[in-house]
C-alpha cells in the first residue's frame, strides 16, 4: 500500500498549484511541524506488563492550538498519523477555526482490551505525553476507536498531575468528554449532522431534494449511525450500510431507528434482521443519489470506483477516496464532497466544547446546532463559490479556501525569525 501522508500531500499540492500558493508556505505546509513517538509500558489484568507506541503529530499551528482526534487502530503507524495531522489542519483553516492540526494514535485495537487495561493505558498515555498537549497547545478528541469515557480519563490524569490552579479551564486539554465532565451537548452526532448539512448544500446546488435520496453508507460507528439517524428523519431512503461484520441491503430502505439500537446493542450490525446480508463488495455497486464512506481511509480504490453508479460522495471519513479513483469518479461525473469540508462537524462542535470549558458557561443545545449550521453551511456556500471561480472540484475548491486563509495569517505573521 503506498503512502497515506504522500497521497494527501498530492492532494495538497494539487490545490497549491491551482490557487499559485507562495513556495515558501507550500514547503513548510508538506511535511508536520512536530512528530512525538513515545513507548510506554501497560500493566495487563494478568499481571503482564506490555509496551505500547503512542504517536502525536503536530502538523500546523499558525491559526491556534494543534487540534484532532485520537485513533486506536491495529492500522495506526506515523506515516498514516501524518497524513491525518495534515488534514486537520486543512479542516480547521476551511471552516474558520482558531485551530491548527494534530492526530495521535496508538495501534491497537481497543477491543483486545479490558475497560480497565484500557484506562490504564489511556492515563500512562497521556502522562507520557507531557506538555505535548494542554488547552493552548494541543487538543485531542476522539476519532476511530476512542470514545468520550478515554477523553475523560485523558482530562482527569492531565488536571491531576496539573498545579492546583485553573482548574475548569484545564478541562479544555481534550473535547469529546461525557457532558457530566465538562463535554459539549451535541458532540457525539455532530460530525454525522455535519455531514447531512453537507448532503443538503449539495441538493441545493443541483437543484434537487433531500427526501427521497437513495443512500448507501459504508460504516455504522458514531458517525455513519448518527448520519444515518438524522438522515432518515430527513426521509432518505437508507437501502445499504455496511460495517466491519456484515453489509446489509434492503431496496425499500431499512427501519434505521431499529437499526441504531441494534447497533448499540450488539455492537455490530450482523444478523440485523429487515435486510438482507449481501457481499462486501456490492456495497459499492448498488446503484444510489449518495454514497457515505464512514469508515477508514482508502476504502474507494480504483477498482471500486469503477463499479460505482452514485451521484454523489460524501466523505463522512478522513481520506476514503484514493487519489486513482477520484481521477475516475470525476470522469463519470460523480460529485465528491471532500472530508475537510463532509466531516468537519465534529472539530466545530469541539471548539464550542472549548469555549464552553474556558467560559465555564453551558450552552443549550439549540445553540450548538444553530451555530453548527452556520458554520458548516457557511464553509459549504465558500467552496462553492471557489469551485465556480477557478472551475475545479469541491476537493480542490475546499483546499483552495483553506489555502488561501493560512496563505493570508502568514502573509501577516511572517515566519519567525
Ligand atoms: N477526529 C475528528 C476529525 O477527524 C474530530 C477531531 C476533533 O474534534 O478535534 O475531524
Not at 503507524?77 to 474558520?96: I, Y
Not at 460507528?221 to 446489509?248: K, Q, Y
Not at 461525473?333 to 462542535?349: E, K, S, T
Request: proline letters at 5%; glycine letters at 10%.
Amino acid at each position: 500500500m503506498s503512502s497515506l501522508h504522500e497521497a494527501a500531500n498530492r492532494q495538497f499540492q494539487r490545490a497549491a498549484d491551482l490557487i499559485d500558493l507562495n513556495p515558501e508556505y507550500r514547503k513548510i505546509l508538506s511535511e508536520p511541524e512536530n512528530e512525538v513517538i513515545v513507548n510506554f509500558p501497560v500493566r495487563m489484568d494478568s499481571g503482564d506488563l506490555r509496551l505500547f507506541r503512542g504517536y502525536r503529530i503536530q502538523h500546523n499551528n499558525v491559526l491556534g492550538p494543534y487540534k484532532g482526534g485520537l485513533r486506536f487502530h491495529p492500522d495506526v503507524d506515523l506515516d498514516e498519523v501524518k497524513a491525518l495531522a495534515a488534514w486537520m489542519t486543512f479542516k480547521c483553516s476551511l471552516v474558520g477555526l482558531p485551530y491548527g492540526g494534530a492526530k495521535g494514535g496508538v495501534t491497537i485495537n481497543p477491543m483486545d482490551f479490558s475497560e480497565r487495561e484500557l484506562e490504564r493505558l489511556v492515563r500512562r498515555f497521556t502522562h507520557q505525553l507531557g506538555d505535548t498537549i494542554g488547552p493552548e497547545i494541543d487538543i485531542p478528541a476522539p476519532d476511530v476507536g476512542t470514545n468520550a469515557q478515554m477523553m475523560d480519563w485523558i482530562m482527569d490524569t492531565y488536571a491531576n498531575v496539573s498545579g492546583p490552579g485553573g482548574r475548569q479551564q484545564l478541562r479544555g486539554v481534550v473535547t469529546g468528554k461525557s457532558v457530566e465532565v465538562g463535554g459539549s451537548l451535541g458532540r457525539e452526532a455532530a460530525t454525522g449532522q455535519g455531514v447531512l448539512y453537507a448532503l443538503r448544500h449539495w441538493c441545493g446546488e443541483t437543484g434537487q431534494r433531500l427526501s427521497g435520496l437513495q443512500v448507501s453508507i459504508q460504516g455504522f460507528g458514531n458517525v455513519g449511525s448518527h448520519f444515518a439517524r438524522l438522515a432518515d428523519r430527513e426521509g432518505c431512503v437508507i437501502v445499504a450500510v455496511a460495517d466491519h461484520t456484515a453489509t446489509l441491503h434492503n431496496p425499500d430502505g431499512m427501519d434505521i431507528p431499529k437499526l441504531f439500537d441494534y447497533a448499540r446493542e450488539e455492537r455490530m450490525i450482523k444478523g440485523f434482521p429487515g435486510a438482507i446480508e449481501v457481499n462486501t463488495e456490492d456495497l459499492f455497486a448498488f446503484p444510489v443519489d449518495a454514497f457515505i464512506p464512514a469508515a477508514l481511509e482508502n476504502q474507494i480504490t480504483a477498482e471500486r470506483a469503477e463499479t460505482m453508479s452514485c451521484r454523489v460522495i460524501v466523505e463522512a471519513a478522513n481520506g476514503p477516496t484514493t487519489f486513482d479513483a477520484e481521477e475516475i469518479l470525476n470522469a463519470k461525473g460523480v460529485d465528491i464532497i471532500p472530508d475537510v469540508l463532509a466531516n468537519a462537524g465534529g472539530v466545530v462542535v469541539s471548539y464550542f466544547e472549548w469555549l464552553q470549558n474556558q467560559s465555564g458557561r453551558a450552552w443549550r443545545i439549540d445553540d450548538v446546532d444553530t451555530r453548527l449550521r452556520e458554520i458548516i453551511w457557511d464553509a459549504n456556500d465558500k467552496v462553492v463559490n471557489m469551485k465556480a471561480e477557478l472551475n475545479c472540484t469541491h476537493r480542490d475548491a475546499a483546499y483552495a479556501v483553506s489555502l488561501h486563509r493560512l496563505a493570508d495569517v502568514y502573509d501577516r505573521r511572517g515566519i519567525f525569525p
